[in-house]
């Protein structure tokens, strides 16, 4: 299992993987802020800005990809971890930030019960 192999230790012990957690972040969300500009032409900057979160995680893929890149010998174990850290915080932090910047206004989604395979109306 990929994930169960993130290396905290060997994150904290290579001052430049640490280094790179940052810049990692900054460049994940950011080209995902930059895909969701297309969305302006019929939403807000506010809606756009907040469609451009939920792109941003990408656990699985971010994960087996740096699990493939170690094994080739592209990227070191340390960066492996900086890579998986950085995925686990958008994986995280992405609904939280989007809760906060989509205008509460527009989340006027009804509650639905789900039984068997079937989604029925509350």
Do not use: Q, Y
Request: a neutral charge; glycine letters at 6%.
């Amino acid at each position: 299992m990929v994930g169960v192999d993130f290396n905290l230790p060997a994150l904290l012990s290579s001052s430049e993987a640490l280094a790179s957690v940052p810049l990692i972040l900054g460049a994940a969300v950011g080209v995902k802020i930059a895909a969701a500009v297309v969305f302006r032409l019929n939403h807000s900057g506010r809606e756009v800005l907040a469609g451009g979160v939920l792109l941003c995680p990408r656990l699985s893929l971010i994960v087996a990809v740096a699990a493939i890149a170690e094994k080739l010998g592209v990227i070191d174990e340390a960066v492996n971890a900086a890579v998986i850290l950085v995925a686990v915080a958008t994986v995280t932090a992405a609904p939280l930030a989007f809760v906060k910047i989509f205008p509460a206004e527009r989340r006027n989604v009804e509650p639905a019960a789900v039984s068997g395979s079937t989604v029925a109306e509350s």
